[in-house]
């Protein structure tokens, strides 16, 4: 039984984490959602009694009426008349406290787990583990932009005349790399039993706020009006909400998912010399993780699927180091992300390659994504998503950190996939 100790340190613990976040108003926040949810509690109740009052009368008048007592019986529909009209302004108190809460509850974060450091920024994560081998680049080293143009392999003035920047044309070798990668992540999933899911690219609104996009990445959504439909900025979205409103036998989890899908992300704001080239695109592929499990088998899962990931970045014999997330630095669903990064020996700096999550409930509240235990009941899921890989930034660093007076190597893991050892 829950007391109001229990309640008040709860409270307690999910303002801190809100806090770490740097979520401005988090106190306030909870504070107006306890007050909305006292009310649609305090409204519901006086619904309940209204219409356990107005059962009572509605059996009493047909015993009034056999009676003979005729005006006790009038009296008593009069007073269900009145209680109905009464329960519609309840009603609309409840439904406008419900909507309130709803909206408000959905302008707040996931709460952090307490493993999450304390930071603001990038500068703040945590580097967890390095990995891969140091890359050792002729004097005159390029950046992947030059090669791409060196070798035809990608052209950024031709994406610029067909639709703008940040959409580039892929030709050639170029082109049967980027496949190459897609279909050995592919591959690499199944291998590890993920099934693998061809979803829609544009999804309805009510799929944005289900996996937490919207609202809080609205302006960074591409957004067709007419239809009301949003270009996804992510896999993760169509594949976790094809868990909504479904209750999932117990036996069934954990659920994996892989998805490859076209990426549509505004980036509204960015500059400078970290979009060059690959670095941010405005579409762009990745293959998407995606699993479904229990709240106590969530770590597990999580845990599993940072192997995984690491996994695919040795086999591409890449330089990289995983970080842990700071509050500051973390996403607006996670409670817990690590982020991939690769090297560019070329661009001396590191890329982001993959952000791997765990939301916890967060999501599946909001989906109403749930499962059947045991005991018949229904309990929330937990969901977890992260790229493997995205392709933009792992083409850059593969270009970049293998070429050679010959041409660019090709890892040996991706030479069945390509055909081809070296881009010449």
């Known amino acids: 039984m829950l007391t109001l100790k229990m309640i008040t340190e709860e409270t307690d613990r999910v303002i801190r984490g809100l806090e770490k976040k740097h979520f401005k108003g988090a106190q306030e926040s909870i504070a107006k959602v306890i007050e909305l949810n006292d009310k649609r509690r305090s409204t519901q109740n006086q619904l309940d009694t209204n219409l356990a009052e107005v059962n009572s009368l509605s059996k009493a008048i047909g015993g009034l009426m056999k009676e003979g007592k005729k005006e006790e019986a009038e009296a008593a529909k009069k007073r269900v008349a009145e209680i109905k009209e009464i329960s519609k302004g309840i009603q609309a108190e409840m439904d406008q406290a419900s909507e309130e809460m709803q909206n408000l509850l959905y302008t707040i974060p996931n709460v952090p787990y307490d493993e999450v450091p304390e930071g603001v920024a990038a500068e703040d994560n945590v580097v967890e583990k390095m990995g891969g081998m140091e890359t050792e680049l002729p004097k005159d080293a390029l950046p992947h932009w030059e090669l791409a143009k060196k070798y035809d392999l990608i052209d950024f003035d031709l994406g610029v005349k067909i639709t703008g920047a940040g959409f580039p044309v892929y030709k050639g070798q170029g082109a049967q790399l980027q496949r190459a990668l897609i279909n050995f992540f592919l591959d690499e999933a199944r291998k590890s039993g993920y099934m693998e899911i061809m979803p829609p690219t544009v999804v309805n609104a009510a799929s944005g706020f289900g996996t937490g996009q919207l609202p809080d990445k609205e302006g960074q959504m591409y957004h067709c009006e007419v239809d009301d439909l949003y270009l996804i900025p992510t896999a993760e979205v169509p594949v976790t909400n094809i868990y909504r409103d479904v209750i999932i036998d117990e036996k069934q989890l954990p659920i994996k998912n892989c998805a490859y899908t076209q990426c549509f992300r505004r980036e509204a704001g960015s500059y400078g010399k970290d979009v060059r080239g690959l670095n941010r695109l405005h579409e762009f592929s990745k293959v998407e993780l995606v699993r479904i499990d229990k709240p106590e088998h969530s770590k597990q899962s999580h845990q599993e699927m940072l192997d995984h990931v690491e996994g695919l970045l040795q086999k591409l014999e890449l330089p990289y180091r995983i970080l842990r997330l700071c509050g500051g630095d973390m996403s607006f669903t996670a409670a817990l992300c690590f982020d991939f990064e690769v090297y560019s020996e070329a661009q001396k700096r590191w890329l982001e390659v993959s952000s791997v999550s765990n939301f916890d409930n967060y999501q599946a509240n909001r989906l109403k994504c749930r499962y059947r235990d045991e005991n018949k009941k229904t309990q929330l899921c937990h969901t977890l ?38 881009i010449k």
Do not use: C, H, W
Request: aromatic content about 6%; overall charge neutral.
């Open 385 to 422: 998503n992260g790229s493997a890989l995205a392709l933009p930034r792992i083409v850059a660093a593969l270009l970049e950190n293998n070429q050679t007076p010959e041409g660019i190597r090709i890892p040996k893991a991706l030479i069945p996939y390509t055909g081809f050892d070296m």
